[in-house]
């Protein structure tokens, strides 16, 4: 498996997993100029009636012979998304809504299924 369809499976793992927590995606793949946001989603749970916006980066590994898929959200990829989020916001006129940023970690593995971890609140914008 090349790295492309190695992380389209991880987004898509990613994506039932946070559909089966309860949040609502709202858009794969949004694109901004060179900076992309894999998942945004919804969570009904937050905020209470009112919800959040959820801003989702995935990374997805085969192995770790590179680190853990979470370390390479780097500041700088934090930035991408968060250009990528206000325009977000922007665009469908959300601007002042609340909302987070969060990191999913997907390692495959090959004899089991694999690891997700949902790291809540990763990165905030300033």
Not at 58 to 81: C, I
Not at 102 to 112: H, P, T
């Amino acid at each position: 498996m090349n790295t492309k369809h190695i992380g389209d499976h991880g987004e898509e793992l990613a994506a039932a997993y946070l559909s089966e927590a309860g949040y609502r995606i709202l858009d794969r793949n949004y694109r901004y100029e060179r900076a992309e946001i894999d998942l945004v989603c919804f969570d009904a749970t937050e905020q209470g009636a009112r919800g959040r916006i959820v801003f989702v980066e995935v990374k997805t590994r085969s192995g770790l012979g590179f680190g853990a898929p979470e370390e390479a959200v780097t500041d700088e990829k934090q930035d991408h998304v968060i250009h990528a989020a206000k325009a977000y916001l922007y665009e469908r006129q959300l601007e002042g809504a609340p909302v987070r940023f969060d990191v999913i970690s997907v390692l495959l593995n090959q004899d089991r299924p694999p690891d997700i971890d949902h790291y809540k609140g990763a990165f905030w914008s300033s």
